[in-house]
């Protein structure tokens, strides 16, 4: 069962009784094992696989491996890496020779993790509204443990719907989603959004007496587009 020198004897007898025997050291080499490491990736990563096969005595000299992918790629490298097609379970045999012919094979089950899609709805608002968010991201298979929202003035949320934001300035802004898979496989979307500015209501007037017309002069303003609408509410009903 072990590698090592056995003494092999051989005893030969004639047909009129007459012997001889020989005996000579017979080199019984040992087998290698077969032995490989890997980290399961998500999917559009590259799988790396680290030969970890031994043998105690004489050294290892030819290495093949078999990805298990639908083109049956291979390798002949000590170490190599591979990147699958798609997500799914694929087998990676590694067969092992040693340098006097002996050899051991072994075969993992390696997984390719299917990435999350981030994508969301936003809408565009006034500075002191908050702006409707809806989280629309999705994943073939697992699920989605972790949302992260920047929202690009400084503040962030890490929940699937997150609470009312309200922007202190007007201006454009970049709202990026960050959300992770179980698999700790990530995806990102960016998205833009304008807060537009607020009009600033204000107008002049003269006291009157009953019976007088009253003149107002409208004085609002706003920093950025134009004021499109102006009503007045008299207070006499």
């Not at 072990?2 to 000579?24: F, K, P, W």
């Not at 998500?42 to 970890?52: G, L, R, S, Y």
Request: proline residues 5%.
């Amino acid at each position: 069962d072990t590698g090592g020198v056995y003494n092999v004897e051989l005893l030969v007898t004639s047909d009129y009784g007459c012997q001889d025997s020989i005996t000579q050291p017979v080199l019984v080499h040992h087998n290698p094992v077969a032995d490989f490491n890997f980290t399961n990736v998500c999917n559009e990563q590259v799988n790396v696989f680290t030969d970890a096969s031994i043998v105690n005595v004489g050294n290892i000299s030819e290495w093949l491996w078999g990805f298990g992918d639908p083109l049956g790629s291979s390798a002949i490298s000590q170490d190599t890496a591979f990147e699958y097609p798609s997500p799914g379970s694929y087998q990676v045999n590694l067969s092992v020779t040693t340098n006097f012919g002996c050899s051991d094979d072994t075969t993992q089950t390696v997984r390719v993790y299917d990435n999350p899609e981030a994508d969301f709805t936003i809408t565009d608002e006034c500075r002191k509204f908050a702006p409707t968010i809806t989280d629309l991201s999705t994943i073939a298979t697992g699920s989605i443990d972790q949302w992260i929202w920047d929202y690009d003035d400084g503040d962030s949320a890490f929940v699937q719907s997150p609470p009312d934001h309200y922007y202190s300035s007007a201006g454009n802004y970049d709202v990026t989603l960050i959300v992770v898979s179980d698999n700790n496989c990530s995806d990102t979307i960016t998205q833009p959004l304008e807060i537009y500015p607020m009009p600033v209501a204000d107008f002049d007037f003269s006291d009157v007496c009953l019976g007088e017309d009253a003149q107002f002069t409208d004085q609002s303003s706003i920093n950025g587009g134009s004021i499109l609408g102006r009503l007045y509410d008299f207070g006499d009903g």
